[in-house]
Every structure is written in structure tokens, then in C-alpha cells.
């Protein structure tokens, strides 16, 4: 029975089921594509080798480069004498876009083939190394289709040999740098040279041609602008003296006297009789109406003559404006109003304690009656007074206008005069004034045109290096290593892809849509075959033991799963073997099984041979047959004699006596039973065809728990699509990494062509390298099988 690890490994479980259609090819995934790199590492590592080694061969060989830079500031654009900002009074902007432009500008001045001139002829530098010319294979091979141009004339200067010019600059370019450094308004220069010395020179000398550049441009702008104001100034002179002379002309005809002083508003006073006339009359007649304003409100306030309101207007603003009077006659009635308050209060008081009757209170009534009569004469008094001023202001202010709309009719007539004066005037002051302002600022440009001036500050200045800049080691390891990467998974990707080896189980699965798959791990048979048997044979021989089957056992080379029972290949054979005991629903899958594969080399044989061990092991009757009838093998791998065997009985039709042929080959286990193929006959497909072969296996089957075939390859022959008609259950053995997965597939349509559906393929020598697979059954290092010794 198998044991709970057997059952536990049923990932090799081989079970035959109908395969109707032909699984979709799945998505790659991340797991699959670190299998392929897992099986094609060779091809990484050899790529990433061989970038490695050219990139280290590319570093020692290149010529080292030294980098010498500067740092210069762009401050803000001054505005000279003669500038367009300075004319129209505006300061220098400091906007960020036009400071970006001006930086922007600059860079493209460092890096103009004037100023690559200038300091290639001062410096002499067409004759260092950085200019010699290099042979250019592109550049040979496209001066081969392009026309060639007119060839520079001998000993001549630079500025007039233009291919030798164009040369040089290419070269000056190429080893130039000048980068802006962002968010500020500093450059950055880098020169590269085979010299540290010429590096540095370069880079300074490059700085002070830009500074001379930019003091020259100025200078020349001035000094332009200076000459062309000169010719301007005299005929601005001459208009200015003829606008002067046409002032005084309208000064003597208008009559406008000026006093050279400026108003609040900085503009100059004039003056004419008309208008001072016009200003007194506009101030009486504000006066009038605001004096005829107030007496009209005091006026409204008293012609209804109640003495009560009359006297409470004392003190009130809005006598600000009567007459000496009115303003008496108001004091007078508020005093009357305070006696007649006494005199009634006392009236009241002596009524209430000694009646109507008492004397005094006689003469106090007749007293308040007194009073209360002088209160009523003096509202009167001060109502005509009030109305008689109203009707004062009144005129005053009729006659006052009459006035102000004379004196305005002959200013109006004078105004037409003054206006052209003082357009005049406006004009001669502005035309001297810019004359002046424009010989002062000639003058001021005279000056600075003499000064050096510039934007352009040094902030660092560039000095000798020490080390070298190019070639970078690092850059050279990283781009090897990166590139090497690249190209190396790309061809491991571009050989799987091409690669129609079976790689791994998902090949497989591809073809047998409903099939389960068997692995089998790599066997070296002959050194571990050889280290095994000299263990054994020390064993045996200590005990005396050493015999014919023990010999036999040791000359085998296929029989693994008797010399090494607990060798990773024989774990997996019992694996199989559960498998095929067991099945879907328990039972067996069949009793008779035949081994085959596409072609040969793929481990049939020793498949077949070491699956009838490992089945007789388990107490079963196993009978292997050789049904390889054209190129047999298990007669010399077993030991057997072949002169009787399968052919013989086939060709003399005596298959009842087939256990009189059958052979033991290991005493030790007694189970198995061994036909071999006998002598290779003229037509073996037609004796496998027979109806002898199938009375063979009717015969076999009630003699056998397990019938083996181990047939011939499916492709080169058809011996094996005629035995599959006998098979329960048939067996394609696939070696990895060297079985094609076309002729795999074509092995499968032929069998299923013969109406063969249980099929059951198993991948033979996968190898501890092969990849994930083989660590996921447990074949790593033999770890989990052990040694080769019984415990």
C-alpha cells in the first residue's frame, strides 16, 4: 500500500482523461517570465559578461578628460544715459520673464561661434590635441553620398577657410557646456579638455571675451546714439527760440501778466485785470446769497409771530447774519418771557393759598398782563426787522449778480486771448525743457561711454582640476550592467521564444487539455550506479554474501529503483506508480500501460524497466514486456538472454507458451517478470498487428496484476499506435529541455487517432537547474529522499 508521503507527493499523478480541445494559451505572469530568465540565465549572464568586459575595455582605452568651470551672475540690466527707460522717466523693469530672456540671451552669447572664434585665435587653440581631427566612420561613409564642397586654400587664417572653421567650432562645441542654473540668475560653464591647464584658460578667457562683449555693445550703442542726438539738438533749438518769440508776441497782445510762481498743482500763476475783476464779483455775490440764505430762514422762522419760538431763536447760529436790532430785540423779548415765567409762578402760588380774592393776587395779574402785552409789541418788532433785512439781502444779491454777469461777459471775451497764451507758453516751456534735459544727458553719455561697465559678474572663477571628469567608472559600470540586463533578457526572452524545447509542465499541459502531468528528475545512472555498487559490494562481501544476482544487479545500468531505492529518481517513480494505482476514483487506472515517447533518447525504457521494480516491490506480479521489436534494449539492460522472446512467439503463433519465456532478472524480486523482444524480425508491424498479440495480452492479463509495454518511438515507426489498441492507459515520456514541442504534439494526434484517450505524459530528466518546478516535488539536494541506505 503507499504510504501518507506517497500520497502527499500526488503532484505526478498521471491521470488520463479526454482531451477534446486544445487549451488557450495563458497570460504570461511575473512567475513565468522569472522562469524563463531562471532557465536561460546562461544567456543573461553570458550578455551582461561580455557588456561588462567591453564597457571595462571602452573606459581603459578612452582618453581622460578634465572639467574645469566657472559660475557668473547676470544682475539686472542698468539703464545708461541715453536709454529708453531713462528718456521716458521709467526705471529698469524687473519683470521675471524679460530677466529669464536676458539670461536666456546670454547663454546663447557663451555659446556663439564668435566668441568660439575669439577664444580658439587667442588662445591658439586649433593646434592642441582637443582639435586634431579623428577618423568618423559615419561621417566617412556620408561623405561618400553627400557632394563635397570647395576645398579650403592653403596657409590662409582661420576666418577664411570655411570647412577648417567649421571644424574647429564643432569641436570647441562639443567640448563646451553652458547651462543656466534654474531659479536664479547664475551660468554655469563647463569646458572639457585633455589638458587640466587648457581647461581652465578656456573657461576664464570665455568669461572675459563675454564681459568685453557686452561692454563693446553698449559702448557702440552709445556712442551711436550720442552722434545721432547731436544732429537732433539744433533743430530742436531753433523751434524752441521761435516758440519763445511767439509767446511774447501773444503776452503783449493779450495783456496776461505771468509771476513766475506755480500753484498748488505745480502750475505757473497768471494774471489779468478781467479776470481779478471777475474772481472779487464772484465773491461778493457768494456772500450776498448766503447772507440772503440765513435772513430768508430767520425770516420764515418769524413772520407767524409766536413770541415763544421769536424768543428761543437768541443764541441760535442762524443770527449770525441779522442786524444789531434784531439781535437786541431778541435779548429784550427773551427777558420779558423770564419775568412773565416769574410773575406767573408767583400768581399761582398765592391764588392757590389765598384764593382769587386775596389783593395781591390782583396785582400780580395786572402785572403778568403788563408783561405779557410788552412780549407780543416786541415779536412784532422783531418780525418787521427780520423782514426788512431779508428784503436788504435780496437786493444786495440782485445788484451783486448783475455785477458778477458783467464782469464774466468781459473775461469771456478776453478768454480766447489768454487760452492761445497760455497754449504757448505750455509749448516754449516744454521745448526748453527737453532740449536742456537732452544736452545734459549727451553729456552724461560722453561720460559713460569712457567707463567699463557690465552685468556680467564673476562668480567663481574656474581653476586647474585635479582628477579627471570623463571617462566615470561608475557611469561605465552602470551603463554596462544596465545594458547588459537589457540585451540579456531580451535575448533570453527572444530564445524561448524561439525555443521549441519542452521547458517546463505548462508546455505540456498546452497539448492535453485535460491531462495531468509526471515529473522525473535527472538521474545520473552511471556515477551514482558506480558509487552505490562499491557500498554494496563492500557490504556483501563482508558478509560473505557476493553471488549471481548480486552481480547481475551491478552490471545493470537502467534498474535505478533496485540499486538506489531511495534515490530522488525512485521517489518519484513510487509517486508514479500510486498515481497509476490509485486514480481518479480509487481504482487503478488500467492494467495495461504502454511507455512510448515521439522519438528515442527520452528515457522510455529506463522508465518502463524501473516502474515494474517499483510496482513489484509493492508485492505485485509485473510483466514487462519489450515491445521495441526494431532496436530492443531491455535484454542488454537487464542482463537477459534474447533469443526467445516476443517476436518468436508472435512469428510461431505459440503465445500460450509465453511463461516458458518469460525471464527473472532480479531473484530478489520476485515479482517481476521480464519478456524480452527476441531476435528483431523482417515485419515487426505486422506481428504487433496480429491477432497473436492480442491473444498475448488477453493471456497476460489473467496471469499479471500489471502488464508494462515498452514500445518504440511514435514518430520514426507506427509499432507503437498499434500496441496503444491493447493499452488501458498510455504513457508518453517527454524529455525536458530536449523534446520538441511539435513532435510532441504529433505524437499526441496519433495516438488519439488510434481512439486512444487516456494518456498520461511525463516529463523525464528534469534537472536540479531546470527551474521552480523541480524544487516544488521535492527533488532539491535529495534533501527530503535521503541516503541511499535502509534505515
Known amino acids: 500500500m503507499p504510504t501518507k508521503n506517497e500520497l502527499a507527493m500526488t503532484p505526478a499523478v498521471i491521470t488520463g482523461m479526454p482531451a477534446p480541445m486544445m487549451p488557450a494559451r495563458k497570460e504570461m505572469t511575473v512567475q513565468d517570465l522569472w522562469g524563463i530568465l531562471s532557465r536561460r540565465r546562461g544567456i543573461v549572464l553570458g550578455v551582461l559578461l561580455l557588456t561588462m568586459a567591453a564597457a571595462a575595455t571602452l573606459f581603459a582605452t578612452s582618453t581622460r578628460l578634465y572639467s574645469a568651470s566657472a559660475e557668473i551672475q547676470v544682475q539686472k540690466e542698468s539703464a545708461d544715459a541715453l536709454s529708453m527707460d531713462t528718456m521716458m522717466g521709467a526705471g529698469p523693469t524687473s519683470d521675471a520673464v524679460e530677466s529669464n530672456v536676458n539670461i536666456q540671451t546670454q547663454a546663447q552669447i557663451l555659446q556663439s561661434d564668435s566668441l568660439a572664434l575669439q577664444v580658439i585665435k587667442e588662445l591658439n587653440l586649433e593646434g592642441s590635441p582637443d582639435f586634431r581631427s579623428h577618423f568618423n566612420p559615419i561621417g566617412w561613409a556620408m561623405g561618400l553620398f553627400a557632394p563635397a564642397g570647395i576645398p579650403d586654400p592653403r596657409n590662409v587664417p582661420l576666418e577664411e577657410a570655411p570647412a577648417r572653421r567649421a571644424g574647429v567650432i564643432r569641436a570647441f562645441e562639443a567640448h563646451l557646456k553652458v547651462s543656466p542654473v534654474s531659479g536664479t540668475r547664475l551660468i554655469n560653464i563647463e569646458y572639457l579638455s585633455t589638458s587640466p591647464q587648457t581647461a581652465a584658460v578656456v573657461v576664464n578667457k570665455l568669461v572675459e571675451d563675454l564681459t568685453d562683449y557686452n561692454f563693446q555693445t553698449r559702448h557702440n550703442a552709445t556712442r551711436e546714439a550720442s552722434a545721432w542726438l547731436g544732429n537732433q539738438l539744433h533743430d ?341 506508480c500510486t498515481s497509476l494505482m490509485q486514480g481518479d476514483n480509487g481504482g487503478p487506472c488500467g492494467q495495461v500501460f504502454l511507455v512510448t515517447s515521439s522519438v528515442s533518447g527520452e528515457g522510455k525504457s529506463m522508465l518502463s524497466t524501473n516502474l515494474a521494480i517499483v510496482c513489484a516491490q509493492r508485492g505485485k506480479t509485473v510483466l514487462l514486456i519489450d515491445g521495441d521489436l526494431r532496436t530492443p534494449v531491455l535484454h542488454r539492460n537487464l542482463n537477459l538472454e534474447s533469443g526467445q522472446g516476443l517476436s518468436s512467439l508472435l512469428f510461431e503463433g505459440d503465445v500460450d507458451a509465453v511463461s516458458s519465456v518469460v525471464q527473472v532478472p532480479f531473484p530478489g524480486i520476485p515479482g517481476l517478470y521480464v519478456l524480452p523482444a527476441g531476435p528483431v524480425p523482417a515485419y515487426p508491424a505486422e506481428l504487433l498487428a496480429s491477432d497473436g498479440m492480442a491473444e498475448l495480452v488477453r493471456i497476460s492479463r489473467r496471469h499479471y496484476d500489471y502488464i508494462i509495454i515498452d514500445g518504440a518511438p511514435i514518430l520514426p515507426v507506427t509499432d507503437s499506435a498499434l500496441l496503444s489498441r491493447y493499452a488501458d492507459f498510455t504513457l508518453v515520456v517527454a524529455r525536458h529541455n530536449v523534446t520538441d514541442r511539435r513532435s510532441l504534439e504529433r505524437t499526441c494526434q496519433i495516438l488519439r487517432s488510434q481512439g486512444v484517450h487516456q494518456i498520461g505524459m511525463v516529463l523525464n530528466g528534469v534537472r536540479a537547474s531546470g527551474g521552480t518546478q523541480y524544487r516544488y516535488y521535492g527533488y532539491k539536494q535529495f534533501s527530503y529522499t535521503g541516503s541511499d541506505q535502509h534505515a
Open 236 to 576: 530742436l533749438r531753433t523751434q524752441s527760440e521761435a516758440l519763445q518769440a511767439k509767446l511774447v508776441g501773444l503776452q503783449r497782445d493779450s495783456g496776461v501778466f505771468a509771476f513766475g510762481q506755480t500753484d498748488g498743482q505745480g502750475r505757473d500763476q497768471v494774471f489779468t485785470p478781467e479776470l481779478d475783476r471777475l474772481q472779487q464779483a464772484t465773491s461778493q455775490l457768494e456772500q450776498a446769497q448766503s447772507s440772503r440764505i440765513m435772513k430768508g430762514a430767520l425770516y420764515q422762522v418769524v413772520k407767524n409771530g409766536d413770541p415763544e419760538l421769536i424768543s428761543g431763536l437768541a443764541g441760535n447760529g442762524m443770527l449770525s447774519g441779522a442786524s444789531a436790532g434784531v439781535t437786541g430785540s431778541l435779548t429784550l423779548l427773551q427777558s420779558l418771557r423770564g419775568e412773565e415765567a416769574q410773575t406767573q409762578a408767583k400768581l399761582n402760588e398765592l391764588s392757590a393759598k389765598f384764593g382769587p380774592g386775596y389783593p395781591k393776587v390782583a396785582e400780580l395779574q395786572s402785572s403778568l398782563d403788563s408783561t405779557q402785552k410788552s412780549i407780543r409789541d416786541e415779536a412784532a418788532r422783531v418780525q418787521a426787522r427780520v423782514q426788512n433785512d431779508y428784503m436788504v439781502a435780496q437786493q444786495i444779491e440782485d445788484k451783486d449778480r448783475a455785477l458778477y454777469l458783467d464782469e464774466k461777459n468781459q473775461a469771456e471775451s478776453q478768454n480766447d486771448k489768454a487760452v492761445q497764451y497760455q497754449i504757448a507758453r505750455q509749448e516754449a516751456a516744454q521745448s526748453r525743457t527737453l532740449y536742456e534735459s537732452l544736452v545734459s544727458r549727451m553729456k552724461e553719455a560722453d561720460v559713460v561711454a569712457g567707463m567699463r561697465s557690465s552685468n556680467i559678474t564673476l562668480v567663481d572663477p574656474a581653476r586647474v582640476p585635479a582628477s579627471p571628469a570623463k571617462p566615470s567608472a561608475f557611469k561605465y559600470a552602470a551603463a554596462s550592467i544596465a545594458g547588459g540586463l537589457l540585451f540579456g533578457i531580451c535575448g533570453a526572452l527572444f530564445r524561448d521564444a524561439t525555443d521549441t524545447r519542452i521547458q517546463e509542465l505548462g508546455d505540456m499541459e498546452l497539448l492535453l487539455a485535460e491531462a495531468s502531468i509526471g515529473l522525473l528528475p535527472y538521474h545520473d545512472a552511471k556515477s551514482e550506479r558506480k558509487r552505490v555498487a562499491e557500498k554494496k559490494r563492500a557490504s556483501w562481501a563482508s558478509m560473505g554474501t557476493i553471488h549471481a544476482a548480486a552481480s547481475n544487479l551491478m552490471a545493470s545500468n537502467a534498474a535505478v529503483a533496485a540499486i538506489e531505492p531511495r534515490a530522488a529518481y525512485t521517489e518519484a517513480l513510487r509517486v508514479l
